[in-house]
């Protein structure tokens, strides 16, 4: 499961400069289209930063109880 939130906490790093000009249709379509034509061909790019990812353990868990 640690490694399903690393994998989205990339692609929202990476995608945050393009995710802050959209609106909330225009993100919906960000991810359906551009997300999955980015990574498709490039995605040890996606690997790379996703295990460079850095998770706080204790706000996880936090999370965890808030958001089971």
Known sequence: ME???????????????DLLKLDMEGMLKYFQREVRDRYENDHELLFIVANKVKLNAKKMKKSNIRFP
């Open 3 to 17: 490694f399903v939130f690393r994998i989205a906490m990339a692609i929202l790093q990476q995608a945050r400069l």
